[in-house]
């Protein structure tokens, strides 16, 4: 069984309607993190959480929410989706000394 | 402000050469670097590592060298093949903060 299972896989949605994407380990890991691939940008940071009901904002956080009421569980939400989120989104666990666990991936495309 | 920087958005190398991949930081504070690589379709996998207190870091065909006083470190990838063709991130991160700050990649090409 898949350590982080992302879903949706892809995912189409209009301008201005919200998106929730999950994230999902079975690794009981503490932290857990959201990024966003695009290019010419690498990897950034959206959100992370550190523990159950305990988030923090990344570097790109602004348009994005988090939630995490469960360890196994980790919910990215856009409240209202723009065309500048259109991006590949990973989930991935872990942590800096000992690098992260990635899941396969959310392709959004906001139109 | 790009703290992880790789200046070569693509790479081109012939089969059975060595591969060099390199990546720049400007935060010192950073003592723990990794490189990740990334197929098409899937999200980045752990290659290799290095600490601070090491310059060199090798595993198998690949090798990680960390220049300090440069604020550089390279990937070497001896002999080359075509399953190393993938888009490779260098990442790093200091003690006691767990997030991981990513270059911006670099999509390596191997020619048959």
């Known amino acids: 069984d898949a350590g982080i299972t992302q879903s949706p896989r892809h995912k189409v949605t209009e301008t201005g309607t919200p998106v929730t994407l999950r994230c999902h380990q079975t690794e009981n890991h503490r932290y857990m993190y959201w990024y966003r691939q695009d290019p010419g940008h690498g990897l950034r940071l959206i959100h992370y959480s550190y523990g159950v009901k305990d988030t923090d904002k990344g570097e790109v956080s602004d348009g994005y929410s988090v939630s995490r009421s469960k360890t196994e569980d980790f919910l990215l939400t856009l409240e209202s989706a723009t065309s500048s989120q259109t991006s590949v989104y990973f989930c991935a666990t872990g942590t800096g000394g000992y690098g992260y666990t990635f899941g396969s991936g959310t392709r959004l495309t906001v139109v | 402000d790009q703290q992880v920087k790789q200046n070569s958005p693509s790479l081109s190398v012939q089969e059975g050469r060595i591969s060099i991949l390199n990546c720049d930081y400007t935060?010192?504070?950073?003592?723990?670097f990794l490189w990740y690589k990334k197929y098409p379709a899937e999200g980045p996998t752990f290659l290799i590592s290095i600490s601070s207190i090491k310059d060199k870091n090798e595993d198998g065909r690949f090798t990680v060298f960390l220049n300090k006083s440069a604020k550089h470190l390279s990937l070497h990838i001896v002999p080359s093949q075509p399953g190393d063709s993938a888009v490779y991130f260098c990442?790093?991160?200091?003690?006691?903060?767990?997030?991981?700050?990513f270059g911006t990649g670099t999509r390596l090409t191997i020619i048959p």
């Open positions: 935060n010192s504070m950073f003592d723990y």
């Open positions: 990442a790093a991160s200091n003690f006691g903060n767990e997030k991981l700050t």
